[in-house]
């Protein structure tokens, strides 16, 4: 059974940083589309980021400069650096996960994606 299971969230003030981890069991990462999506109350879902099989990385315009998104295929493991963090960021972040090739740009990673985590909360204050 793949599991994906997200941690590393929590309140932080203005400015300040937290790093998300999603761990990734039951199969191998290494070819996968992987991707970092939030959620805020009343909002829809929106992407954050996707790292593809090479390593190549995209982001929302709202976050570039600020987060980076990384992977560790030897440890199943997906990340989210988060810097500079501000209120608009407050949300619930999702890792996803899928092996199929086409599942990569980040709005296809969004409304398919294959598998999905519970969410970590992340909370930033003024």
């Known amino acids: 059974q793949v599991q994906l299971q997200e941690t590393g969230g929590g309140s932080v003030q203005a400015g300040g940083s937290l790093r998300l981890s999603c761990a990734v069991f039951?199969?191998?990462?290494?070819?996968?589309?992987m991707g970092w999506f939030r959620q805020a109350p009343g909002k829809e879902r929106e992407g954050v980021a996707v790292?593809?099989?090479?390593?190549?990385?995209s982001y929302a315009d709202s976050v570039k400069g600020r987060f980076t998104i990384s992977k560790d295929h030897a440890k199943g493991t997906l990340y989210l650096q988060m810097n500079s963090l501000k209120p608009d960021d407050t949300a619930m972040y999702y890792c996803?996960?899928?092996?199929?090739?086409?599942?990569?740009?980040?709005?296809?990673?969004?409304?398919?994606?294959?598998?999905w985590g519970q969410g970590t909360q992340v909370t930033v204050s003024l």
């Open positions: 996803a996960a899928d092996p199929r090739p086409w599942a990569c740009p980040i709005e296809t990673l969004r409304t398919r994606g294959k598998y």
């Open positions: 039951g199969y191998s990462t290494a070819s996968d589309c």
């Open positions: 790292i593809d099989d090479d390593g190549s990385a």
